[in-house]
């Protein structure tokens, strides 16, 4: 799943992609590279961001998402808003990534009404600026899957016609708990539903490689997801889609 951010303020690559003219050659490119699919993203949810009213969401979102749709690439759209998703529903979005973990009951019956897959992340509150004061588990593991479980269950029994989980790596956890969450990810595989691991270029990753720069975080990127990969990741969340691809073809070529 290749990042395509199209917000002024995302950690690693805001701005770089903001026009639709922009997102397009980069989701061209990102399927050059070997991308399976595109992940639209109108509004930063890094610890801290600021959040973003609907309509200025929306109107960095639909120009890219118009673009892109005729690429022929499924495409899913990261947003909390029920009302972003119902309109990206409408032109055509292919899934939904919902880092607010359905905690709003309209982003279930939206795709359930679509018939459209979802994302559904962990994160400990629905709020980027305070998920981080709120990095504090007995048991990180357990604590994710009994929310993405839950979660799950609600959103299957509202029609939605299937579910990804996403234990949210960063998202109000530590280098501790996102540790121990990519260590024990096949327990999250083992609830039964496919798993996405999103380590892409993250704070994680540049506290274990001493890499400040978030677009030089490739290597550890890619180390990441091939442990994430091994434990049962189906879907990785990544900005560099061709070392990624390269890393895989390997890893297949090795592991079947
Ligand atoms: N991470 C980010 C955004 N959306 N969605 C899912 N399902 N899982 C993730 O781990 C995830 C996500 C944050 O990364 P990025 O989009 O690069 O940054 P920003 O939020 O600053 O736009």
Not at 21 to 43: C, F, K, Q, V, Y
Not at 155 to 164: D, E, H, I, R, S
Not at 208 to 229: F, I, M, N, Q
Not at 234 to 252: F, I, K, N, P, S
Request: a negative charge; charged letters at 25%; glycine letters at 8%.
């Amino acid at each position: 799943m290749g990042v395509l951010n199209v917000t002024p303020d995302s950690f690693s690559d805001g701005g770089r992609y903001a026009s639709a003219e922009a997102a397009l050659e980069r989701a061209r490119t990102m399927i050059a590279e070997g991308a399976d699919l595109l992940d639209l993203g109108a509004e930063s949810t890094r610890p801290g961001a600021a959040p973003v009213p609907a309509a200025e969401e929306l109107r960095r979102l639909l120009p890219a998402l118009e673009a892109v749709l005729p690429l022929g690439v499924p495409v899913s759209v990261d947003t909390r808003k029920p009302e972003v998703a119902a309109a990206a529903l409408e032109l055509g979005a292919h899934l939904l990534n919902d880092v607010g973990g359905l905690r709003d009951p309209r982003m279930a019956r939206l795709a359930a009404r679509h018939r459209v897959p979802v994302v559904i992340m962990h994160s400990p509150v629905d709020d980027p600026q305070t998920m981080m004061a709120r990095a504090s588990y007995r048991d990180v593991v357990a604590e994710v899957s009994a929310f993405l479980s839950q979660q799950a269950r609600a959103a299957l029994a509202a029609g939605v016609p299937q579910v990804v989980l996403d234990p949210g790596f960063g998202f109000g956890k530590r280098l501790e708990h996102n540790l121990e969450l990519l260590r024990r990810l096949d327990e999250i595989a083992a609830l039964g539903h496919p798993v996405l691991a999103g380590l892409s270029r993250k704070r994680t990753v540049g506290e274990l490689t001493g890499v400040t720069d978030p677009e030089k975080r490739v290597c550890g990127s890619v180390a990441a997801h091939l442990a994430a990969a091994r434990r049962g990741a189906r879907l990785l969340r990544v900005h560099d889609v061709a070392a990624h691809a390269e890393a895989l073809a390997v890893e297949w070529a090795v592991e079947g």
